[in-house]
């Protein structure tokens, strides 16, 4: 008795009689014979002939089909037998002619040639073949072979049945998606479905531009490929990096994961030493270069370098102590040609607009007013990567004529006067400052600057060792191999996740009424249910930075992977970059809005609010700590940026708990909506600047990666001397952690006339053709740049 059959691929199957009778059928259907006993008799006839003749060996399909005909014109049922082999000759002809269209790739490279890979991009036509269905869901989809055969199968009879010449894989899978989901297997589709842009929003890309990123100018070729890169990354993370519930709580604006369609570092700060150590070798280079012998060279080296960094991180790029590390290789030069270093150093960082997405590289230049006291008997390191014989305490003179060098070209801006938006200007400032005349001189010289452009970031170093970088950043130091070897000097902020205080307040309190029937601040039961709502939100940011980091580990662990280049043994023996010592930030937004709805009050309006709010980031940052050492990471607070989740947790908020309305900042009808920064009070504040920088920085001891305030000044201009005393009294009588003075400009596309302020029109020429420029979150930028809910 027949028990198998060999199909047309080779494969050996079970041999199933129903099938015979089925085909017979049809075509007795076909010729307009509706008996199907008569089928079964003839299916009878069929097995007999089969075992006679082929009694020793197992029959093929084709065989198969043939003794069908035989036995069917034997039996004299012509019609039927001209309706089966034209229905098979029909099938035959169309899985002959079925050519499939699919992308081609290195079959050695990390993309799949199976043909269920990728929709076609670059493509070549192949034969239909059954069995590329088949083995993609066995590897892709983890489905067994007999169920992967059966799907394979249904398929190929849809694609057969619409008489198709041709078809491309991306229809092909959409067909096997469709029979998963029919049969059941949903989570087995998840896993082989295609990650992409619909075709409307990429044509809509080609004609507009994206302003997640107000630090990319304008619309261009690297900006479109980069959103499409950020889009499908961004669903392949939420797919297959994160957790369901860690992905859900960010699609539902719980917690916000930035820079989601960046699969790299988040930020970080490097040391000049390590280039003028070690020269310049890098993986994505083909040649080398050794230790710079002069300053020009050294800030070659320097470029390439963070032009080539730029590619494992998604934030910033800060480097350390830059006047200070400079200052042996300017020994003896006239301050001409030290300004002249200084002004190509500047220029330079400030074009280099080929980052992600043609925008220019986020760097942060970290300068000081003297030799830190950590620094002074570390020996220097100068021209050729050789020890000068000196420390660095003995090149005081040398960094600070380069910081004045620096800070006259900061001071003139660009060639038509415009502010340098990078390299930032990060100016540590300590006791000393105020006390050291040359230090105070060089200090009032940075609020003349701080007086026309806003340029100078005041960051005060209270205790702690740091360095700065993004766009309020600040890390401590407390490796003292180090400071005593600065070659070693970087660190890391990992990733940085942001949880939505006010929707922790709505999931608390749902039906809160803003007006009349606010949480009374003494029902210790409520708030506590709200601190265990926001800690559920702190312990979904927590294991999203494991996951990540587990990623992250996977992808520098060895030299075919995208971050071998930073994941790798350094030529100083460590690490560039080591995950188990890097920070990992978790941000906060809308603490305002938060107190708002559980007390009807904002953060200015009542001093028993503002306490509310303290105690809430105090749990916080207790929380961070607590799981720093429960999963041995190092969790951070950080006040969150926001350019864009700011808006994008608004509209989802909006969208899900009505009650937001009545705290959303902005126009809660369009796209201006938006929550306040981290724990700034509300732009709209009544609240004058002293007061806010004084409430403001009861905080920043709180938020261990980074605070500052902005003191928006608009078109006003202070006078350098009140900027001195302001700065001077935040450090004598505040915690605050950086300060910045904001102004506003308009520049004129026509005659390039900087104005201060927001005008029409230019002050110049008269010219409409104007834009304003002025602060967004953490640096300057075009407001035309922004996106709608930052405007708001």
Not at 54 to 71: G, I, L, R, S
Request: with cysteine; proline share 4%; glycine share 6%.
């Amino acid at each position: 008795m027949i028990q198998t059959i060999k199909k047309r691929e080779g494969q050996l199957v079970e041999f199933d009689k129903k099938k015979i009778t089925e085909a017979i059928f049809a075509a007795m259907l076909a010729a307009g014979e509706k008996n199907k006993t008569i089928s079964e008799k003839v299916t009878d006839q069929v097995i007999i002939k089969l075992e006679k003749k082929f009694k020793d060996k197992v029959p093929q399909v084709e065989e198969v089909q043939d003794v069908v005909e035989e036995v069917l014109i034997r039996e004299g049922m012509v019609k039927v037998a001209k309706a089966y082999i034209l229905y098979r000759n029909k099938r035959s002809r169309i899985r002959e002619s079925l050519k499939v269209r699919k992308k081609v790739e290195n079959h050695e490279s990390t993309t799949d040639l199976s043909l269920l890979v990728s929709t076609p991009t670059s493509e070549n036509i192949f034969p239909w073949d059954r069995q590329k269905i088949i083995r993609a869901l066995v590897k892709e989809a983890e489905l067994p072979l007999n169920v992967s055969t059966k799907i394979a199968k249904a398929v190929e009879k849809k694609i057969v049945d619409l008489c198709l010449s041709e078809i491309s894989t991306s229809l092909i899978r959409e067909l096997v998606d469709n029979e998963l989901f029919n049969r059941g297997y949903e989570h087995k589709w998840r896993k082989q479905k295609i990650i992409g842009m619909p075709t409307f929003d990429l044509k809509q890309l080609f004609l507009s531009k994206s302003k997640e990123n107000s630090n990319i100018g304008t619309n261009n070729p690297e900006a479109i490929n980069l959103t499409i890169a950020e889009n499908t990354i961004k669903q392949y993370m939420l797919q297959e990096v994160f957790s369901k519930e860690v992905s859900n709580a960010h699609l539902k604006g719980w917690i916000h994961i930035h820079d989601l369609g960046y699969p790299r570092i988040y930020c970080s700060g490097h040391s000049l030493e390590f280039l003028k150590k070690y020269g310049l070798e890098l993986e994505n280079l083909d040649t080398s270069s050794a230790p710079a012998r002069h300053t020009r060279t050294l800030t070659g080296h320097l470029n390439t370098f963070l032009a080539s960094m730029q590619a494992y991180y998604a934030g910033a790029l800060g480097i350390g102590y830059l006047n200070i590390m400079y200052a042996p290789f300017l020994v003896n030069l006239p301050f001409k040609e030290i300004k002249q270093e200084a002004q190509y150093l500047i220029f330079s960082g400030s074009q280099n607009a080929f980052s992600r997405g043609g925008q220019s590289l986020f760097l942060d230049f970290n300068v000081h007013l003297d030799i830190p006291h950590y620094l002074r008997n570390i020996p220097a390191i100068g021209p050729g990567g050789k020890y000068t014989g000196k420390t660095y305490g003995e090149y005081d003179k040398e960094s600070q004529l380069f910081l004045r060098a620096l800070m006259e070209v900061w001071r003139e801006g660009d060639y038509h006067g415009k502010v340098f938006a990078f390299p930032k200007m990060d100016l540590h400032i300590d006791s000393k400052s105020f006390e050291d005349p040359e230090q105070k001189k060089l200090l009032k010289y940075a609020c003349e600057i701080a007086s026309e452009n806003g340029s100078p970031y005041f960051i005060f170093d209270r205790e702690d060792i740091s360095l700065a970088a993004c766009c309020r950043l600040k890390t401590e130091i407390t490796d003292q191999e180090m400071i005593q070897y600065p070659e070693k000097l970087r660190f890391a902020g990992i990733q940085n996740v942001t949880i939505n205080l006010p929707q922790c307040a709505y999931r608390t309190f749902p039906n809160n009424k803003i007006s009349g029937s606010s949480l009374n601040l003494n029902d210790e039961d409520n708030l506590k249910l709200f601190f265990e709502k926001t800690d559920q939100a702190l312990c979904l940011a927590v294991r999203a930075h494991l996951q990540k980091k587990k990623f992250l580990e996977m992808m520098m662990e060895n030299p075919s992977g995208p971050l071998w280049q930073i994941g790798k043994i350094a030529q100083d023996g460590r690490p560039y970059v080591n995950l188990d010592e890097g920070t990992y930030l978790i941000g906060l937004i809308g603490l305002n809005e938060a107190v708002q709805h559980i007390t009807g009050e904002q953060l200015h309006e009542s001093e028993e609010v503002f306490k509310l709010g303290l105690k809430i980031v105090s749990f916080m940052s207790l929380k961070c700590r607590e799981y720093s050492e429960k999963f041995n990471l190092k969790l951070s607070l950080e006040e969150s940026p926001a350019e864009s989740a700011a808006g994008r947790l608004a509209k989802i908020d909006l969208q899900e708990f009505p009650d937001s309305k009545k705290v959303i900042k902005g126009n809660s009808n369009g796209d201006e909506s938006y929550y306040t920064n981290s724990i700034h009070f509300a732009a709209s504040a009544p609240v004058d600047l002293i007061t806010r920088i004084i409430k403001q920085s009861k905080f920043h001891p709180l938020i261990k990666s980074g605070a500052i305030i902005h003191a928006f000044v608009g078109e006003s201009r202070p006078s350098p001397e009140s900027i001195y005393n302001l700065v001077k009294k935040v450090w004598e009588h505040t915690q605050c952690s950086q300060l910045t003075i904001s102004p506003e400009f308009t520049i004129c596309n026509t005659c390039s006339e900087v104005s201060r302020g927001l005008q029409e029109d230019c002050n110049g020429c008269g010219s409409e053709d104007v834009y304003g420029v002025t602060r967004i979150v953490g640096y300057y930028s075009k407001i035309t740049n922004w996106n709608k809910n930052k405007i708001g």
